[in-house]
């Protein structure tokens, strides 16, 4: 693959524009490109695995709005299905049967899910969840992860990954220490650290939340045993145990991460997939936990567009698709070529590099390997990878603009996406070696 000049003069001027309106001229801060530098690619249209600016330029697409486009972007049967929907009107703000259905889905899927509540965010999900899980047990602290990052809500920002280490904040402004003080925080991948949280606070802890594999830091996945060890831990401390599963969830198997390790948690949260690439969260679980949610229980949490009938339509369409024979065999073979190829490329040129994959999801570092939790992370060149993402730009590639974070691969990408994606980093690595 061939670069070119990379024009991006409209993109330029939209987002000169953008920042005399919006703090940053974004919506979300990963967006603005700050960690890799040059300015962002406005986007115009996306379709299947590719992109293409406002400029006009195309690109492989590895980011999938973030994870929900698993069968690529808008696919023809979701958008059909939308359109159908559509005429009916975009929100009730009242029940509809299109919430049993994706509930339903949800629930025979995911083991730990006995019962479901929907909401609009990721972020929506684990403050509810959060809530939920000193409401059941009585306590008020709660076990995170360096770098394991569950939304921007005031208690979970803290050695938080995601955008956080993008813009290099160690924690956020405007949190007070009292939210935080509650907040008790361990090495992912270290089960002795969480033992010692757990001695140290004596029936305080409520339970423990984490992304089982972790896609906000880069992405890094359990040590056979950590996972075991903490369902273990949580019981023996009559603490719960949370997944936020919003990355993973319908994205390493249809039942998420713990269905793929065989581990499973009191309490999960999803999103992304589940919507289709519209606005969704949701969280579930056993049902006697559950039962604490209002009106069924005295836990209050409300939201005027949760179970909206176009994020459930598309949700619904997607998980259809996802349940086709041999979906996750196809992403798993696509995601494990490209994953060996860029390892490939990397060593050829002399590069020191670390990566892995499971199913639709992948990540690498450009360090030694390998790399089991945030510190270790923290050790990649972020400068280079900063000058191997505008490389990859030139030559059609569109990765995560952060060294700190996961990317996703879908059922869209073909063997000549995979091909070209390749050339187009065994051409970069060679450029910033």
């Known amino acids: 693959m061939t670069a070119n000049a990379l024009n991006t003069s409209r993109s330029q001027a939209i987002f000169g524009t953008a920042q005399e ?13 700050r960690s890799v530098g040059g300015q962002p690619i406005v986007f115009d249209r996306v379709k299947g695995p590719y992109a293409w600016d406002v400029d006009g330029n195309r690109f492989i697409d590895y980011v999938g709005s973030w994870g929900p486009a698993i069968c690529g972007h808008a696919h023809p049967e979701v958008i059909s299905a939308l359109q159908e929907t559509l005429e009916k009107g ?14 339903q889905m949800v629930i025979d899927a995911v083991p730990s899910v006995e019962m479901v509540r929907f909401v609009n965010s990721g972020t929506e999900a684990c403050m509810a969840v959060l809530r939920l899980m000193r409401a059941f047990t009585g306590r008020d602290k709660v076990i995170k992860f360096e770098g394991c990052y569950h939304g921007h809500a005031d208690m979970f920002l803290v050695k938080a990954g995601s955008g956080v280490a993008t813009l290099g904040l160690p924690d956020s402004p405007g949190v007070p220490r009292s939210t935080t003080s509650n907040t008790l925080t361990a090495p992912y991948n270290d089960l002795e650290a969480v033992k010692e949280l757990f001695a140290e606070n004596p029936d305080a802890i409520s339970g423990v939340i984490l992304e089982p594999v972790v896609g906000n830091a880069g992405f890094i996945t359990p040590e056979p045993g950590f996972l075991e060890g903490l369902r273990e831990l949580t019981k023996e401390n009559g603490a719960l145990l949370v997944f936020d599963e919003v990355m993973t969830g319908f994205r390493i198997s249809y039942g998420g991460a713990q269905e793929r ?14 919507g289709g690439g519209l606005p969704v969260g949701a969280y579930g679980g056993r049902a006697e936990i559950m039962a604490m949610v209002a009106p069924a229980g005295p836990m209050y949490q409300a939201g005027t567009l949760s179970g909206n009938p176009l994020a459930m339509t598309a949700g619904i369409k997607t998980l259809e698709l996802l349940r086709q024979e041999g979906t996750y065999e196809r992403l798993e073979a696509t995601t494990q070529r490209l994953l060996k190829g860029i390892l490939k490329a990397a060593n050829e040129s002399g590069l020191s590099i670390t990566g892995s994959s499971i199913s639709a999801m992948f990540g690498f570092y450009l360090c030694e390997g390998p790399v089991r939790n ?23 590639v569109y990765l995560a603009p952060s060294a700190f974070e996961a990317g996703f691969t879908s059922l869209a990408h073909s063997e000549a996406d995979i091909d070209a994606t390749l050339q187009a980093f065994k051409e970069s690595f060679a450029e910033i070696a």
């Open 21 to 33: 309106l919006m703090p940053g001229g974004v919506s979300s801060p990963v967006r603005a490109f």
């Open 374 to 396: 945030f510190e270790e992370a923290k050790g990649a060149d972020t400068d280079r990878f900063g000058r191997l993402h505008r490389s990859m730009l030139e030559k059609g």
């Open 90 to 103: 975009t929100s009730f703000g009242a029940p509809c049967e299109l919430e049993n259905h994706l509930a």
């Open 261 to 274: 390790f065989g581990v499973i948690p009191d309490l999960t949260t999803m999103g992304k997939v589940i």
